[in-house]
């Protein structure tokens, strides 16, 4: 897959000085397929962690993740995984001079594969029904390449609406860590 700067998908990078909803920027690919997206988001807390910490931030987190996944240490700070083979949630939280540093990352790709097979299967569906009915060759390229085409297009919606939704729940979730790290969370 080629790059291509002129079909932007969103990926959030967000900080404490930015506005709460930000533009979205990230590498996508032209064509019918949907195209592979990963989203950040960054935020810096002015409160200070420690190892000592750690346990209760590893409850905040698996309390607010929307599934489970595995905590670790890392570094002077914490990791947070999640992989559902569709999604792959990885949330980490580290000390910094200028306070701690929560930042996650998502990537929805396996989620993108999913939706071009239903796609790519319709298709070939399609072209099968079509021989079925005696159509001549031209009848069955031409019903496949349609369904193909619209299959293409309905995957690329469901894929970015999806997307979207997982995106605004990472956000979620970075705010609500940062506000149980600054106390707010009860």
Request: hydrophobic letters at 40%; aromatic letters at 4%.
């Amino acid at each position: 897959m080629i790059d291509s700067p002129a079909d932007p998908v969103p990926a959030i990078r967000r900080d404490a000085t930015s506005p709460p909803r930000e533009a979205a920027t990230a590498r996508a690919t032209t064509g019918i397929a949907p195209v592979a997206g990963a989203y950040h988001v960054r935020e810096v807390v002015e409160q200070a962690i420690t190892p000592n910490d750690y346990p209760r931030l590893i409850s905040l987190v698996r309390a607010l993740a929307p599934e489970a996944g595995s905590a670790r240490e890392l570094g002077d700070g914490l990791q947070w995984e999640h992989d559902s083979g569709f999604t792959s949630l990885s949330l980490t939280i580290n000390p910094e001079p200028t306070g701690t540093v929560i930042r996650a990352d998502l990537r929805t790709d396996g989620e993108q594969v999913a939706y071009g097979l239903g796609a790519a299967g319709a298709a070939l569906l399609a072209a099968i029904t079509a021989t079925g009915a005696h159509l001549p060759l031209g009848g069955i390229i031409g019903s496949g390449i349609a369904t193909l085409v619209a299959g293409g297009w309905c995957a690329r919606r469901l894929w970015r609406r999806s997307s979207r939704r997982q995106s605004e729940e990472l956000h979620r979730l970075v705010r609500a860590i940062a506000a149980g790290l600054r106390g707010e969370l009860e």
